[in-house]
């Protein structure tokens, strides 16, 4: 027995309209379930590290924060001003904006993690000496942090009472000066951790250790002002050489925007801005590591 296709392909024709919107619709929305499955994985993959960095961020720096307002203002801002820059500027400018503002949050965290780093290196000496005072006249390690945490200002103060909260909880004095040698990250409070560990341990004049100490960082400090006073200006030329080169193409694009487009639209244009991004990378990694000098 024979089977006879004639009647379904006479309907087929009939209604061939309809069956390629039929098959055009069932087809746009397996795509749709498709791209929205990686789509909703990057997504999901994107906020597991946004809130992983960003809190670790917020806790090193004690801003009373959670990491779910900063992911909710990070969100409404792109899609706020990421369609407003498509329609009036492009996409290339709305996507570039766009994933500038998502990468953002974690990036200024970082920096302000940073420069309290910095500051509280710069308290560091000073405390170290009010710690030997406070020593001398008979106070012991615990009695000279509070004093600390009581005269000095902010973050050293801050962090030193996280210090005292830790002690007073049970930890062990050691393991909360190593938990604050980790927030800060500095090897300046490493040394200061390894004298208190060694005078715990085997005792010693902590009092004259701490003035010692804190003479050398005033040193350091002084040392690496200098290099950084003189390293400042190739600094700047390394800045110069990786962002003037994107204002130039700006500019060209502007007064030639048909030429400019051949270097986004042709494979030739593609390969050759491959390879100034990539000479451009090579060139600030090589500025960095010239001007970046390890005291």
Known sequence: MELDFSVPLAFIREHQALFIILVTVVFCTCVFFIFAGIGRDFFNL????????VDKNLRDALIVMEPGQIFIYTMATAFIIGPLLFFT??????????????????????????????????????????????LRSGLNLVKSLQQIVKNQPNPISQEFAQVLVEYRIGTDLNESFDSLAKRMDRQEIILMNSAIKISRAVG????????????????????????????????????????????????????????MAMLFTTKLGLIWLAVMVAMAICAAILINKVVTVDV
């Open 46 to 53: 994107y906020r597991r590290n946004f809130f992983t960095q």
């Open 204 to 259: 010693g004049n902590l009092a004259e250790t701490f003035d010692i100490l804190a003479g050398t960082l005033r040193e350091k400090s002084k040392v690496e002002s200098k290099i950084k006073a003189l390293t400042s200006m190739g600094r700047a030329q390394g800045q110069l050489a990786t962002f003037f080169p994107v204002f130039i193409g700006y500019v060209f694009y502007k007064l030639e925007p048909e030429s």
């Open 89 to 134: 500027m492009g996409f290339l400018v709305a996507a570039t904006v766009v994933g500038i503002i998502l990468v953002l949050p974690p990036i200024i965290l970082g920096r302000l993690k940073e420069k309290r780093a910095d500051q509280f290196v710069k308290q560091l000496p000073d405390a170290l000496a009010a710690m030997s005072s406070s």
